[in-house]
Structure formats: C-alpha cells, structure tokens
C-alpha cells in the first residue's frame, strides 16, 4: 500500500471491527497499517472479505493476510506497475499534454528523473532507464513523496505557465508621455 491508501485501508479495517463489534483507535489502525503495508489495498480488501465469512473474532494482521493470499506485493512490484503505467502514457498523451497520473510516488519519481517532457523522451527499451525509475519509486515509498509535487505537465501547459509568469503588462498612457 501506499500512503494514499491509508483512508481506504482505514475504512475496511473499520468495518472489519464493526462485524466482529470491537472498537479501533487511530493507533490501532495505523499499527495494522504498518504490518500489512507490503500488500496491495486490493489484496488487504480480500482478506477483510474472507475473514468476514471465516473468522470468530476481530482478526489480528497476520490472520489478514494469510487470507489475502500471503503474497506480499512489494515496493518493485509496484514500481514495476508504475513504471509500466508510465510507458503506456506516452504513448497515449505524449510529452505535449498533461498525463492523469495522480499517484503521488509516480508522480514524484518522474520529477526526479526530469519531468514529464524529460522522461517522454527516453528510450523506454533501455533497461538503464527501467531501473533507474525503479530505484525512485522505491525510495519514494519509503520516505514519501515531496508534498510540494502533486502533478506532472506536459509541454504545452509549461509554456502556458511560462507565458503566464512572465506576461508583459503594456505601459500606460502616463508613462508614455
């Protein structure tokens, strides 16, 4: 899971409790957050679902994700989503509109590889490339993505913006004179 997944997360984990009538603090919830962060939210919404049909009591981390499946998905496994995703957008979008991307670690990691324009331009068969991506996201998901880094833009809204910053304002008729 990634941080944008904490409210999703915090809401199956609630009606995990409610089912079985146990009460969770914040604190609760995030220590459950941090035992089963390496699994997709997908795969933790399985589990809830099969401990619902299964389980006595309130079900403890461990128990969560046996019922998911066990596989814990990792920050590569979702680099590699992510890196994936990427690729099909340039393709889509291309490097001169402002591509959808609204996860905040992808986001972040094709900042600190240039940009948008930037990482449209290299060679997406090049394993280097690949790797590097992998690394960013990676290091994003650990420490977290810059707050100041929400979106991407595309090559015609970053001339928009640069005409914009720096619009002449014509003088006035006093000044003239």
């Known amino acids: 899971m990634i941080e944008s997944d904490k409210p999703r997360f915090a809401g199956i984990l609630t009606a995990l409790a409610e089912t079985f009538e146990r009460e969770l603090s914040e604190v609760v919830i995030g220590i459950y957050f941090d035992a089963l ?12 679902a099969a401990c619902v049909r299964t389980a006595k009591f309130m079900p403890r981390p461990a128990e969560i994700r046996e019922q998911a ?44 590889m240039g940009g948008w324009v930037a990482f449209c331009t290299r060679d997406d068969a090049d394993k280097w490339v690949e790797k590097e ?4 996201y ?40």
Do not use: C
């Not at 962060?37 to 809830?48: N, P, R, T, V, Y």
């Not at 977290?144 to 002449?168: C, N, S, T, Y």
């Open 37 to 48: 962060k390496d699994l997709s939210i997908e795969a933790i919404q399985k589990g809830a």
């Open 69 to 112: 499946g066990g596989a814990a998905i990792t920050s590569r496994d979702n680099a590699m989503v992510a890196y994936t995703q990427a690729v099909r957008m340039i393709s889509s979008v291309g490097s001169y509109r402002t591509p959808p991307i609204e996860d905040p670690i992808s986001v972040a990691t094709i900042q600190a």
């Open 133 to 136: 991506f992998r690394e960013w």
């Open 138 to 177: 990676e290091h994003f998901a650990r420490v977290g993505a810059p707050e100041d880094q929400k979106r991407l833009v595309g090559h015609h809204e970053a001339i928009a913006e640069r005409r914009e910053r720096f619009k002449l304002v014509p003088p006035s008729k006093d000044e003239t004179a």
